[in-house]
C-alpha cells in the first residue's frame, strides 16, 4: 500500500510540473504576440507619420522651387538647390522635379524612409514612402496684387494700371506673359546703343535679355528677330509678342491692351507706349 501511494504522489508531482510547464510556454507564446502586434503597430505608426512627411516636404519643395523657378522672385540659387533644402528640412529627398510654363509651375516628388522595427529587416517592409505635389503662380491674382511694379513714377503706375484694366483675363498665357512682366521690372533704365543689360538697354537688347532669363536664346539684332517664332496679325497680338517697326528695324515687346515696352533711342529711357500712336508697324511675332 505505501507504494502503491508513493507512486500516486510521484504521478501528482509529474503532473503538476506538465502543467505549469504548459502555462508558461502558452505564457511566453501570449508575450511573444503582443510583441509582434506592438512592432506592426510601431511600423504602422512610421508609415504614416512617414506618409505626412512626404507630403508636406512635397509641398514645401514645389513651393520652393516655383518661387525660385519663376523670374520675377527668384534669388538666383536655383529651383533643384531650393527644392531639396526644403525637402531635406522634412526628412525627404527630392525624385523628380519638372518645371514648366516658363518657371510658372512646379511639379515635385518627393521620398522618405520610414523607420521599421520589424516588416523591414524581415524583408517584406515599405522601402519608401512618396508623395507629389505641384505649385504655380497665380497669374489672376498677382496682375490684380499691384506689387509687381518695379517704378516709383506715379504717372506710369497710373498708365500701367488702366493698361491691366484693358486686358482680358484669357489674354495672358504663361511663359509669355511672365516676359510682358519681366520687361516691366526695366523700365526707366537708359537706352545705350548695342548695351544689352541689364543696366542699359538697346531695342533689340532688351528683347533678347528678357526673353533669355526664360531660356529663349533670340538673335541680337531686330532684322533676324523677326524671322522667330511665328507671325501674327496686329489684331491678334498678346502680352509677350514682338512689334516691329520701321520696316523692322526697331522693336518692342507687347504688353496687352494696345502698350508695348521698349528702348527708343539715345536719349531715351525704357518705356511704355500706345501701340495706336505708331503707322509703322512692319511685323508681329510670337515667340511662345
Not at 484694366?165 to 511663359?175: E, L
Not at 523700365?187 to 532669363?213: I, M, N, R, T
Amino acid at each position: 500500500m505505501k507504494f502503491l501511494r508513493g507512486t500516486r504522489h510521484q504521478r501528482s508531482v509529474r503532473g503538476a510540473g506538465a502543467e505549469r510547464g504548459g502555462v508558461s510556454v502558452a505564457a511566453l507564446g501570449c508575450i511573444f504576440l503582443v510583441l509582434i502586434l506592438c512592432l506592426l503597430t510601431a511600423d504602422t505608426g512610421f508609415y504614416m507619420w512617414a506618409r505626412v512627411q512626404a507630403h508636406n516636404a512635397a509641398d514645401a519643395a514645389a513651393l520652393a522651387a516655383v518661387q525660385e523657378s519663376f523670374p520675377l522672385f527668384s534669388t538666383g540659387n536655383g529651383p533643384e538647390k531650393a527644392a531639396r533644402k526644403f525637402a531635406r528640412a522634412n526628412g525627404a529627398t527630392v525624385e523628380k522635379l519638372e518645371i514648366t510654363l516658363g518657371g510658372q509651375h512646379a511639379v515635385i516628388r518627393a521620398a522618405i524612409r520610414p523607420k521599421s522595427l520589424l516588416l523591414r529587416p524581415l524583408g517584406i517592409g515599405v522601402d519608401k514612402v512618396t508623395a507629389v505635389s505641384a505649385a504655380e503662380v497665380d497669374m489672376s491674382a498677382l496682375m490684380a496684387s499691384g506689387s509687381i511694379w518695379y517704378t516709383p513714377d506715379p504717372a506710369t503706375l497710373k498708365t500701367l494700371k488702366g493698361l491691366l484694366s484693358g486686358v482680358r483675363a484669357n489674354d495672358f498665357r504663361g511663359a509669355a506673359t511672365v516676359v510682358a512682366l519681366l520687361s516691366l521690372s526695366h523700365l526707366g533704365k537708359p537706352y545705350v546703343w548695342g548695351a544689352e543689360g541689364p543696366d542699359a538697354f538697346d531695342c533689340s537688347g532688351l528683347v533678347c535679355y528678357v526673353y533669355a532669363q526664360l531660356g529663349v536664346r533670340l538673335p541680337r539684332v531686330t532684322f533676324s528677330q523677326v524671322c522667330c517664332g511665328r507671325s501674327v496679325p496686329p489684331g491678334e497680338l498678346a502680352p509677350g509678342d514682338l512689334v516691329f517697326f520701321r520696316h523692322n528695324a526697331h522693336v518692342g515687346i507687347y504688353l496687352g491692351g494696345g502698350w508695348f515696352i521698349h528702348a527708343p533711342r539715345t536719349g531715351d529711357v525704357v518705356k511704355i507706349s500706345p501701340l495706336s500712336a505708331r503707322s509703322d508697324v512692319s511685323g508681329c511675332r510670337r515667340i511662345l
